[in-house]
């Protein structure tokens, strides 16, 4: 764990300790070795192995629109409590965070909610969608912004029309519009310093693969990056853990959608620095 962490900054303590134990036997059988010295011995002869390790790490599933009614939340209230709070001029901005965002799925899925819920009022607004993750792989496929059908099966018909071009085969390509909005880059969001002022971090399907010592560091960085009234999301089977659940408050329960609790509207907020 430790050369992993020297040699490349991943930090394996803060995943749970039998997901690692599953992810390295499959790179165990793939090399036909048995020992952890063995495969450490592999990682000093052969660099290339870290990005294999990185990729059995990362359980990349996702798709569009994962669970739909948190889509459907995220038009019908969270975006339109954003706007309410920015009215005034040169606070029209909204930046979105996907923490372990995947192939892009997800940061278009909220590109196409902003577009349909802002109609026109959209070109008032100064948008980006950072999604970010450990595999580069992911990056390669977010910036391209090119799924299959069989990837695109959730999307409703008519907003595959409206947001995607067909190209030659079985291949849908992302429009301008939405790709406009979307950043990508790698990041490990356990060890990099999270950026700041954003309105919503989606976190989610990403916490399960951590130990809770983890969450908690993670649920303090997202609450210094998350912006004053900003909210986190996180996946249908996570939730917040102990003293960090003073830091948000219940926006929904049901979508795991919380609100940031800030010293001015609640005096017993933990001071974050
Ligand atoms: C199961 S996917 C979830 C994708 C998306 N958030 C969703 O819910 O559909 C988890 C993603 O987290 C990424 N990941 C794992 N560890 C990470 C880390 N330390 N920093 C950033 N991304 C990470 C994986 O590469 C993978 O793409």
Request: hydrophobic letters at 40%; aromatic letters at 10%; charged letters at 30%.
């Amino acid at each position: 764990m430790l050369r992993v962490r020297n040699d490349r900054g991943l930090d394996l303590s803060a995943y749970k300790q039998p997901f690692i134990m599953r992810r390295l036997r499959s790179r165990f059988r793939a090399l036909d070795i048995c020992k952890l010295d063995e495969y450490c011995m592999v990682l000093r002869r052969n660099p290339a192995e870290y990005e294999k390790l990185i990729e059995a790490l990362a359980i990349n599933v996702t798709e569009f629109f994962r669970d739909p009614s948190l889509f459907e939340l995220l038009s019908s209230k969270v975006i339109k409590e954003l706007c309410r709070s920015k009215t005034k001029p040169g606070t029209k901005h909204l930046r979105f965070l996907c923490a372990g965002g995947a192939s892009g799925e997800e940061a278009y899925s909220i590109a196409i909610a902003l577009c349909e819920t802002l109609g026109s009022q959209i070109d008032d607004y100064t948008i980006s969608i950072h999604s970010v993750d450990i595999d580069d792989d992911c990056i390669i496929k977010t910036k391209a912004g090119k799924y299959t059908a069989e990837r695109v099966r959730n999307v409703p018909i008519e907003l595959l029309e409206k947001y995607f071009t067909q190209e030659e085969g079985d291949l849908y390509s992302v429009k301008p519009v939405l790709r406009k909005m979307v950043r990508t880059y790698h990041m490990d969001i356990l060890t990099a310093r999270i950026p700041k002022h954003f309105d919503v971090i989606f976190c989610r399907n990403l916490l399960i693969y951590f130990s809770k010592e983890a969450h908690s560091e993670l649920f303090m960085k997202f609450h210094s990056a998350i912006a004053i009234d900003g909210f986190l999301i996180l996946g249908r089977t996570e939730t917040l853990i102990g003293a960090t659940k003073g830091m948000f408050e219940v926006f929904d329960a049901k979508e795991r959608v919380y609100r940031k609790v800030t010293m001015s509207i609640r005096s017993h907020a933990p001071a974050i620095v």
